[in-house]
C-alpha cells in the first residue's frame, strides 16, 4: 500500500510540474513576444523589430562570472563580424538592470544586455532553469519573429565568432 501511495504522489508531484513549465521554443515556433531594458538604458522589444530585422537574443546565467564574461567579451570582440548582417544582437539575463548596466561598463560592451529580473522573459522563451537564471542558451529570431534556430551547447569563449558562422548559415541577410 506504501507504494502505491509513493507512486501516486510521484505521479501528481510530475503532472504538477510539467503543467507548470514552459514549453521549450523550437525552429518554426513564433518567439514570444518581450520587451525589456537594455544596459544603455533604452527599451528593447520584439514588437520593435518584428517586420524590420532579425535578432539574436543570447540568453546567460549570472553577470560577474566567469563564463557570462567570457561570453559577453566574445560577442564584444567579434562585434564587426556580426554587424555585418541585418540583425540586432543582445545578451540577456535574469539579472537586475543595474548589475547588467555595471557588468557591461566593466566590460566596455558595444551592445546591450537585457534584464529579465522578473524572469517572465526567461520563461516564455523555454530557458529559464530550475535555479531561477537563464540557461546558457542563444534564440536566433528571424524578420516575421519565427524561431530560426536555437542554440544549446554554446561555447562562451567562442560565441562572438559562432554567431556570425551561423548567421551566414541562416542566409540572413548583410548590410
Not at 146 to 170: F, T, W
Given at each position: 500500500m506504501r507504494s502505491i501511495l509513493f507512486l501516486l504522489f510521484v505521479l501528481i508531484g510530475v503532472t504538477l510540474i510539467s503543467d507548470n513549465a514552459s514549453a521549450e521554443l523550437t525552429v518554426g515556433d513564433d518567439a514570444p513576444a518581450w520587451k525589456l531594458v537594455g544596459s544603455d538604458g533604452k527599451t528593447y522589444s520584439s514588437n520593435d523589430l518584428k517586420g524590420k530585422s532579425a535578432y539574436v537574443i543570447a540568453w546567460f546565467p549570472r553577470a560577474f562570472t566567469g563564463g557570462c564574461t567570457k561570453e559577453c567579451k566574445s560577442l564584444r570582440e567579434n562585434g564587426e563580424a556580426i554587424r555585418k548582417f541585418d540583425v540586432a544582437y543582445f545578451t540577456a539575463s535574469t539579472d537586475p538592470e543595474e548589475k547588467n548596466r555595471d557588468f557591461a561598463k566593466s566590460l566596455e560592451l558595444d551592445y546591450p544586455i537585457l534584464s529579465d529580473p522578473g524572469k517572465k522573459v526567461a520563461d516564455a522563451f523555454g530557458c529559464l532553469n530550475a535555479r531561477g537564471s537563464a540557461s546558457r542558451w542563444t534564440f536566433y529570431v528571424g524578420k516575421d519573429g519565427?524561431?530560426?534556430?536555437?542554440?544549446?551547447?554554446?561555447?562562451?569563449?567562442?560565441?562572438?565568432?559562432?554567431?556570425?558562422?551561423?548567421?551566414?548559415?541562416?542566409g540572413i541577410d548583410h548590410k
Open positions: 519565427k524561431v530560426l534556430h536555437v542554440d544549446k551547447k554554446v561555447k562562451a569563449a567562442a560565441h562572438g565568432s559562432d554567431i556570425a558562422d551561423k548567421l551566414e548559415s541562416l
